[in-house]
């Protein structure tokens, strides 16, 4: 039987919300039953809520046949997605941050300077805060500050990636811009699944078009999950670094090799010297900062020795050495962030050579925050550049936040509160041991950044905000005579970069919208507060 039969059967193309490719087989998911029509060529079943319709693929039915039926389910999506472009009205919306106009942002991708401009994606379920089919939104920025919408990039349209297009980077190659992304597919009543690592190309007129999967097979002894493709040029040839779950469930990374970013050969999966370090490692990051090579990446099921830390997904990076033949052998690492909400970062290296990153705030199993009320939830980190100095690595906001801050003024801190009529600000002052600083507060909520003498931590507690899911203390141990704190609050966040950016500490805080209170305990000090309330980015084109 024909595709386009199966097309007649299911009720024509306009109900037809799913297409996947399981082996030997076509099915279709249909999004009314009542226009179906069952011959006994097909099979038709509920596949979990979902009304599907299967038959057997031969040889006629290509790759190409099954394109025709994913742009057509692409248009329809792009239109069903592009109703959630305005944004909905909540106190808890960053100025300044990035965030969804409606549903659910995750992982940043594609982070990449191209042709004179910035390009980053955010992944996005448009209809409502829960973790479903991701579709990636595309941002563009001459500056790193003000960025503007372009497009929906990638949808959920094809018999690869039906069940999301998952994460992954681009490459500036000459002219050509590339998305590299893993599609991620769910087949029958177990929702097995079927990850394919996938590419896209930006035509002339602007739009995405998929190439479909680069990579078909699971290289051996590897799960399904295996995600997250980072591509770079290095030593005369593109290499391919995949987040990875061995058959024992152990993370790793798995690193691929082409030539034409077409054609790719697998090398082997590295991270042994570190084993056991997690179940699985997700969104791979590499660059090199000052003739250092570091990889980040995101381990999952590793434990901390802080008993108030209870969230298995985990960031880190590791400085890494490569070998002649592209090896990579894993030396120290360390934490990235320390706080509550830091995940799947990308960077890019801008026009003038420095390492920038942007970060996921927000963790892949929390989906019910206070912003939910008003219908989105999680955004993204401020940009924030990464130096290697004196053996570690350094992180500060970047000096493109200049274009955002207001008048700085001084502020003379203690156990009065201060009311600073807003909670998008930035404030630095530095704290000797035993200071308690309250942020975002009222008389019933509140922040609290306590240098705790005794145990010499610095102890981020929000238990007495809005908070609904998520650990609420976070300790970092450090050893200065004093503590320098460089933060930067926008409504629902607070980032913490610790002196001079050795430490950064990042998490949501929720609090009504008239605790704009802050105040000192233990101690006085003088700090400098400059107000940070410049929209810097657009929901859909102006």
């Known amino acids: 039987m024909s595709l386009e039969k199966l097309i007649e059967l299911a009720g024509g193309l306009d109900n037809i919300q799913r297409i996947l490719a399981p082996k030997g087989q076509v099915t279709v998911a249909v999004i009314d039953a009542k226009r179906v029509t069952q011959p006994d060529a097909v099979c038709a079943e509920s596949v979990l809520g979902e009304w599907q319709l299967s038959m057997a693929r031969d040889a006629s039915i290509s790759d190409e046949d099954l394109a025709k039926v994913g742009l057509a389910i692409a248009a329809r999506q792009r239109q069903q997605a592009s109703q959630y472009l305005q944004p909905t009205a909540c106190p808890y919306r960053p100025q300044w941050h990035i965030s969804p106009p409606q549903g659910l942002l995750n992982d940043p991708n594609g982070f990449v300077y191209h042709q004179g401009e910035y390009h980053l994606f955010y992944q996005w379920y448009p209809f409502a805060c829960e973790h479903k089919d991701k579709y990636w939104v595309h941002l563009k920025s001459a500056d790193l500050v003000h960025w ?79 995600r997250d493709p980072k591509v770079v040029f290095k030593q005369g040839r593109w290499h391919m670094l995949l987040g990875a779950q061995t058959q024992d469930l152990q993370g790793r990374l798995a690193v691929y090799h082409s030539e034409d970013l077409h054609e790719w050969q697998f090398d082997k999966l590295y991270g042994d010297e570190l084993a056991p370090y997690g179940y699985m490692w997700e969104c791979p990051d590499w660059f090199e900062i000052d003739g250092e090579q570091f990889v980040v990446f995101g381990p999952q099921g590793i434990t901390s020795d802080n008993p108030h830390h209870t969230i298995v997904h985990q960031n880190r990076i590791f400085r890494v050495e490569q070998d002649e033949q592209g090896g990579f052998h894993f030396l120290q690492g360390w934490e990235l962030d320390a706080g509550f909400d830091f995940y799947a970062p990308q960077s890019l290296q801008t026009a003038d050579g420095r390492r920038v990153m ?185």
């Open 148 to 226: 503007a919408w372009q497009s929906i990039a990638l949808t959920p349209s094809d018999w690869f990636d039906s069940h999301g297009v998952f994460s992954g980077h681009a490459v500036s190659d000459g002219d050509d811009l590339w998305l590299f992304y893993t599609g991620n597919t769910r087949l029958g009543h177990d929702r097995d699944r079927q990850t394919m690592q996938c590419a896209a190309h930006l035509s002339a007129n602007g739009a995405f078009e998929k190439m479909g999967p680069v990579i078909r097979t699971l290289p051996p002894g590897v799960t399904e999950h295996i």
């Open 358 to 542: 942007c970060g996921w705030m927000g963790l892949p199993d929390e989906i019910d925050h206070p912003s939910c009320d008003n219908g989105w939830i999680h955004q993204f980190t401020a940009l924030r550049e990464l130096r290697w100095q004196k053996g570690q690595i350094i992180q500060q906001p970047t000096a493109e936040l200049d274009a955002l801050r207001g008048e700085t003024q001084p502020l003379a801190l203690s156990a009065q509160p201060i009311t600073l009529g807003s909670k998008s600000f930035e404030l630095q002052v530095t704290l000797p041991w035993g200071s308690e600083l309250h942020l975002m507060h009222d008389e019933q909520h509140r922040v609290v950044l306590a240098l705790d003498a005794q145990q010499r931590v610095l102890r981020f507690d929000r238990s007495a905000t809005e908070i609904r899911q998520g650990d609420t203390i976070r300790e970092l141990a450090l050893t200065s005579d004093k503590v320098k704190l460089h933060i930067l609050a926008d409504n629902s966040s607070l980032e913490i970069f610790i002196n001079d950016g050795e430490k950064v500490m990042t998490g949501r805080i929720f609090t009504p919208p008239n605790a704009t209170q802050i105040s000192l305990y233990h101690t006085e000090a003088q700090a400098n507060f400059t107000p940070l309330n410049t929209m810097s980015w657009s929901f859909a084109p102006r």
